[in-house]
């Protein structure tokens, strides 16, 4: 729930080590055959300071993507990421 107060609550609540699990996970799990069922378009967001999900892997998705016949564009939210990082900042 978002608070108007404290803009940055849900933040304090995020565990961070939950992507690195998701990670791991989807690394031994293939979607691309599931690809064709998404009915929606698609918005790929990827930042340039991220380790676990390089924007170096959003061509080969977009690819897979357009090809099972989803309507997919790339973002590079590294301006958001940049914009948000002072709020994260205070957190600390």
């Known amino acids: 729930m ?3 107060v404290t803009p940055t609550a849900p933040l304090a ?3 961070a080590n ?3 699990i998701l990670r791991r996970a989807l690394l031994g799990f293939d979607t691309r055959p599931d690809f ?3 009915k929606a ?12 999900f390089p ?3 959003a061509p080969d998705v977009i690819k897979a993507l357009t090809v099972a ?24």
């Open 18 to 20: 939950s992507l690195i």
């Open 69 to 92: 016949g989803v309507e997919a564009r790339y973002f590079d939210s590294t301006a958001i990421s940049e914009f948000l990082a002072p709020l994260v900042a205070r957190l600390n």
């Open 13 to 15: 609540k995020w565990d």
């Open 41 to 52: 378009k698609v918005l790929y967001i990827l930042c340039r300071t991220d380790a676990l």
């Open 36 to 38: 064709a069922r998404i």
């Open 2 to 4: 978002y608070d108007a």
């Open 55 to 57: 924007p170096k892997i």
